[in-house]
């Protein structure tokens, strides 16, 4: 079993849906979770960074981490077909090198 | 502010062959990671850097050989390639210390390895 899931998708919604994105993990000494948005042919950049349980709001997106249960989302409001794109999960604990476990990815696409 | 350059951006080897994939950073950061990303895997830690003259194994660092001379530059080298090590390979740079660990990791755009 992967230390962390993610279902692979692809995803298909409509413009201004709501998107909602998971993964959930096996490690209970993940501390720092994060979401990367990976475009086609392109390094995955940084959307959102959560420390602990809680939840985190930046503009359209909104990231939540429920560490009892060791599953975390990301929420997209109004999906726009730019948010056309794969997103990954990735956390990690206080390790060293801080190194990151990455889930698998989801591919989501948001038709016009 | 070029960020991560990776080179080549695409590369065909036959097995056996040797190459190395270069990156290099102009953000002054001290921490430099290789991953190579497979379909349904994710991202993997191949081999990382906390500085210049310190390297450390990842989770995949079978088959590569990194060094860092340099602060801006982080090759991986592929000994002796397999079929096994088609991938993409990604570089990342971030800052260290008490800031650097809640820092983003900047990502390269990656190279595109077939090995046949």
């Known amino acids: 079993q992967k230390e962390v899931e993610q279902d692979p998708g692809p995803l298909s919604v409509p413009e201004g849906a709501i998107v909602s994105l998971n993964c959930t993990y096996s490690n209970s000494a993940f501390q720092y979770f994060m979401w990367y948005r990976q475009y086609s042919r392109k390094g995955p950049e940084l959307l959102m960074y959560?420390?602990?349980?809680g939840n985190k709001e930046d503009g359209r997106f909104t990231a939540q981490v429920d560490k009892s249960s060791k599953y975390i989302s990301l929420f997209i409001r109004d999906s726009q077909p730019s948010d056309s794109a794969t997103y990954l999960c990735a956390m990690r604990g206080n390790n060293a090198g801080n190194m990151l476990t990455f889930g698998g990815g989801t591919r989501l696409m948001v038709k016009p | 502010n070029a960020g991560v350059t990776q080179t080549p951006k695409f590369q065909v080897l036959k097995t056996g062959q040797s190459m190395t994939l270069q990156c290099a950073q102009d953000?002054?950061?001290?921490?430099m990671s290789w991953y190579r990303q497979d379909p349904g895997m994710g991202l993997r830690l191949i081999h990382y850097s906390v500085g210049a003259g310190i390297t450390d194994q990842g989770e995949v660092p079978n088959g590569y050989n990194v060094s860092r001379s340099t602060t801006e530059d982080f090759p991986l080298r592929l000994l002796s390639a397999a079929p096994s090590q088609t991938s993409v390979y990604f570089c990342?740079?971030?800052?260290?210390?008490?800031?650097?660990?809640?820092?983003?990791?900047?990502f390269g755009d990656g190279t595109r390895l077939s090995i046949l």
């Open positions: 990342a740079s971030r800052l260290t210390g008490e800031s650097g660990s809640n820092q983003p990791q900047h």
């Open positions: 953000m002054n950061h001290e921490y």
């Open positions: 959560t420390y602990s349980s």
